[in-house]
Protein backbone atom coordinates (compact mmCIF):
# COMPACT_ATOMS: atom_id res chain seq x y z
CA UNK A 1 0.00 0.00 0.00
CA UNK A 2 1.06 3.12 -0.71
CA UNK A 3 1.47 5.81 1.68
CA UNK A 4 0.58 9.89 1.43
CA UNK A 5 3.28 12.68 2.04
CA UNK A 6 2.25 15.75 2.93
CA UNK A 7 4.56 18.59 2.18
CA UNK A 8 4.51 21.82 4.38
CA UNK A 9 3.19 25.05 2.72
CA UNK A 10 7.07 26.48 3.33
CA UNK A 11 8.28 23.54 0.96
CA UNK A 12 5.88 23.92 -1.56
CA UNK A 13 6.24 27.65 -1.56
CA UNK A 14 9.73 27.05 -2.49
CA UNK A 15 9.27 24.60 -4.88
CA UNK A 16 7.31 27.21 -6.51
CA UNK A 17 10.37 29.40 -6.40
CA UNK A 18 12.24 27.31 -7.78
CA UNK A 19 10.69 26.29 -10.62
CA UNK A 20 9.62 30.29 -11.81
CA UNK A 21 13.45 30.87 -11.03
CA UNK A 22 14.35 28.06 -14.03
CA UNK A 23 15.72 25.06 -11.60
CA UNK A 24 15.12 21.60 -13.04
CA UNK A 25 13.04 19.49 -11.36
CA UNK A 26 15.39 16.97 -10.87
CA UNK A 27 17.34 19.47 -9.01
CA UNK A 28 13.83 20.52 -7.07
CA UNK A 29 13.30 17.22 -6.08
CA UNK A 30 16.83 16.52 -4.89
CA UNK A 31 16.80 19.90 -2.51
CA UNK A 32 13.39 19.63 -1.23
CA UNK A 33 13.74 16.19 -0.37
CA UNK A 34 9.91 15.45 -2.68
CA UNK A 35 9.40 12.07 -4.23
CA UNK A 36 7.27 11.93 -7.22
CA UNK A 37 8.42 14.70 -9.91
CA UNK A 38 4.57 14.84 -10.92
CA UNK A 39 4.10 16.54 -7.49
CA UNK A 40 6.38 19.38 -8.85
CA UNK A 41 4.95 19.83 -12.21
CA UNK A 42 1.99 20.05 -11.35
Known sequence: MVTR???TVEV???AI???LAGIPVK???E???IRNKTQVET
Request: aromatic share 6%.
Open 17 to 19: EMR
Open 31 to 33: QLN
Open 12 to 14: KMK
Open 5 to 7: VSY
Open 27 to 29: EDL
